[in-house]
């Protein structure tokens, strides 16, 4: 039954499946819904939350993989967020499904929980990976270094979902952050230097 929901997911996202779909999908009947999940709002959320199991492994898988040791901090970001982007492709109705949870989770909060545990887990990779680059020291400031690329994952996918076109590449993500540094270090060096009381 996870399969065809899935399936069906993939195919109508969740505002457009219905009981019927699912069962034609998964050679079940709609008996089986209610005996199993209960309901096919509990259904269709065990069928998301699977899927978004299923693109946050690759994610981790793309995240760990070996990168040029000499890229330093900027060129590895730029390397992780490219195979990042790759990925959005392959994943994309995983990724709908994503923002569909979003609203379906303001109406369940069994999958609300779910969600907010499932982003946990990846800010704590993301805090991993990117704060061993970054030098976070202690335990807020990896948790912070996770949640800025958290929100980068997820405006990212956005901005690619509506237009990838025009939705930026790793190279210009990295531009970004590199200009963004220089200005911060420009401003820091022209700040007059703080009176103490």
Same mark, same amino acid.
């Given at each position: 039954? $996870?399969?065809?929901?899935?399936?069906?997911?993939?195919?109508?996202?969740?505002?457009?499946?219905?009981?019927?779909?699912?069962?034609?999908?998964? #050679?079940?009947?709609?008996?089986?819904?209610?005996?199993?999940?209960?309901?096919?709002?509990?259904?269709?959320?065990?069928?998301?939350? @699977?899927?978004?199991?299923?693109?946050?492994?690759? $994610?981790?898988?793309?995240?760990?993989?070996?990168?040029?040791?000499?890229? #330093?901090?900027? #060129?590895?970001? @730029? =390397?992780?967020?490219?195979?990042?982007? =790759?990925?959005?492709?392959?994943?994309?109705?995983?990724?709908?499904?994503?923002?569909?949870?979003?609203?379906?989770?303001?109406?369940?909060? @069994?999958?609300?929980?779910?969600?907010?545990?499932? *982003?946990?887990?990846?800010?704590?990779?993301?805090?991993?990976?990117? #704060?061993?680059?970054?030098?976070?020291?202690?335990?807020?400031?990896?948790?912070?270094?996770?949640?800025?690329? $958290?929100?980068?994952?997820?405006?990212?996918?956005?901005?690619?979902?509506?237009?990838? @076109?025009?939705?930026?590449?790793?190279?210009?993500?990295?531009?970004?952050?590199?200009?963004?540094?220089?200005?911060?270090?420009?401003?820091? *060096?022209?700040?007059?230097?703080?009176?103490?009381?």
């Amino acid at each position: 039954m $996870l399969a065809g929901a899935k399936q069906c997911l993939y195919e109508r996202g969740y505002g457009r499946t219905t009981a019927r779909d699912i069962v034609e999908a998964s #050679g079940t009947n709609l008996a089986s819904i209610g005996y199993h999940f209960g309901t096919k709002e509990a259904l269709l959320n065990a069928a998301m939350m @699977e899927m978004l199991g299923e693109w946050g492994q690759e $994610l981790e898988r793309i995240l760990a993989s070996e990168s040029d040791e000499g890229a #330093g901090p900027l #060129g590895r970001f @730029e =390397e992780v967020w490219t195979r990042v982007i =790759e990925s959005f492709e392959a994943h994309r109705p995983a990724l709908i499904a994503s923002f569909e949870a979003f609203v379906q989770a303001e109406h369940s909060p @069994e999958l609300r929980e779910q969600i907010a545990a499932g *982003q946990e887990d990846t800010r704590s990779w993301l805090a991993v990976l990117f #704060g061993n680059l970054a030098g976070a020291a202690d335990e807020a400031t990896a948790r912070a270094v996770g949640s800025f690329h $958290l929100a980068l994952l997820n405006g990212l996918m956005v901005q690619w979902l509506v237009d990838p @076109e025009l939705a930026p590449s790793g190279r210009e993500m990295a531009g970004a952050l590199r200009t963004i540094l220089e200005g911060v270090r420009s401003a820091e *060096q022209e700040a007059p230097p703080q009176t103490r009381a």
